[in-house]
Nanobody
C-alpha cells in the first residue's frame, strides 16, 4: 500500500505561481508513472501531467508551457511547478502513482486562482 502526501496548494492571484509536492511512502520504480490530476466542481477528473522514465512527460494541452512536472526518485517525490496560473486552473489537485498496475491517490490539495 502506497501512501501519498501532497502539499503546496493555496490561493493565488491570476498570473501567480505555485509548486505542488507529493511524497510517496515507498520508492516508486522510475518506469512507473507519477503524476497529477485535477477536478474542478461539476467536472470530471482530468490528467494534468504525468512523468516516468523513458518517456517524455505528458501534459494537458491547456497547461503546456505553463506547468512543469518533475520527480526526485531518491526523495520519492513528484513536483508540479505551476506558472502563469489562470482562474480556470482552480481545482482540487490529486497526486497519482501507478505502481505495478495498482493506482494510488493522494487526498487532494486545493488550488484556487483569483481573477
Amino acid at each position: 500500500q502506497v501512501h501519498l502526501v501532497e502539499s503546496g496548494g493555496g490561493l493565488v492571484p491570476a498570473g501567480g505561481s505555485l509548486t505542488l509536492s507529493c511524497e510517496a511512502s515507498e520508492t516508486i520504480f522510475s518506469s512507473n508513472p507519477m503524476g497529477w490530476y485535477r477536478q474542478a466542481p461539476g467536472k470530471q477528473r482530468e490528467l494534468v501531467a504525468r512523468i516516468r522514465s523513458g518517456s517524455d512527460p505528458d501534459y494537458l494541452p491547456s497547461v503546456m508551457g505553463r506547468f512543469t512536472i518533475s520527480r526526485d526518485n531518491a526523495r520519492k517525490t513528484v513536483y508540479l511547478q505551476m506558472n502563469r496560473l489562470k482562474p480556470e486552473d482552480t481545482a482540487i489537485y490529486y497526486c497519482h502513482v501507478g505502481n505495478w498496475g495498482v493506482d494510488y491517490w493522494g487526498q487532494g490539495t486545493q488550488v484556487t486562482v483569483s481573477s
